[in-house]
């Protein structure tokens, strides 16, 4: 075992990361990633080249800022149209702090919101915030999405709702995150 940044965290070794080949510190949550990875790709059928992981995003409350980690976006015709965050634990605990990062990814509304723990999951709809589907085998594939593409709306994402938004994921991901976690930096 190695030293860890993040004692909460158990670092087995190292890992290579299914999308860029990187070589990664092997944990319990990275496996869960890897595993989610694998499935966008094996299962969902889109291709690596259209996922984008470990994306950081800045978010602001007034003067505060810092900056946090999206587990996954994934592309399809030069627009995200899924968002997707793991976090260990309960996911209706996480579930409006990851639509308000759906509404500042991008100046769109992201249409496709996903938290997971890596063992089940929640699909949101992004523009009603309404849970539309539950669990991993759910979660959305290339087939559906070119089916469904034109129905996504894309929606410009207001000031005011982005200010909101933004401060949402303030606080539930810097102000409510461990004082240890390393996928947190406040600027």
Do not use: W
């Amino acid at each position: 075992m190695e030293t860890q940044s993040n004692p909460h965290h158990l670092i087995l070794g190292k890992l290579n990361d299914f999308l860029t080949g990187a070589v990664l510190a092997d944990t319990l949550d990275e496996r869960y990633r890897q595993k989610i990875a694998k499935h966008l790709v094996s299962v969902c059928g889109f291709e690596k080249k259209d996922i984008q992981s470990n994306v950081n995003l800045e978010v602001a409350a007034g003067e505060k800022k810092a900056s946090v980690k999206i587990d996954f976006l994934v592309r399809h015709k030069k627009k995200i149209i899924a968002l997707i965050k793991f976090a260990p634990g309960s996911l209706v605990t996480r579930r409006l702090s990851t639509l308000a990062l759906s509404r500042i990814i991008k100046p769109y509304q992201v249409p496709i919101v996903v938290i997971t723990n890596g063992e089940d999951a929640e699909i949101i709809d992004g523009n009603s915030g309404k849970v539309v589907a539950t669990g991993l085998k759910n979660l959305p594939d290339k087939n559906a999405v070119e089916k469904n593409m034109s129905s996504f709306l894309f929606e410009p994402v207001k000031t005011v709702r982005f200010d909101q938004a933004s401060r949402i994921a303030y606080a539930c991901e810097v102000d409510g995150a461990c004082p240890c976690d390393s996928d947190v930096c406040i600027l």
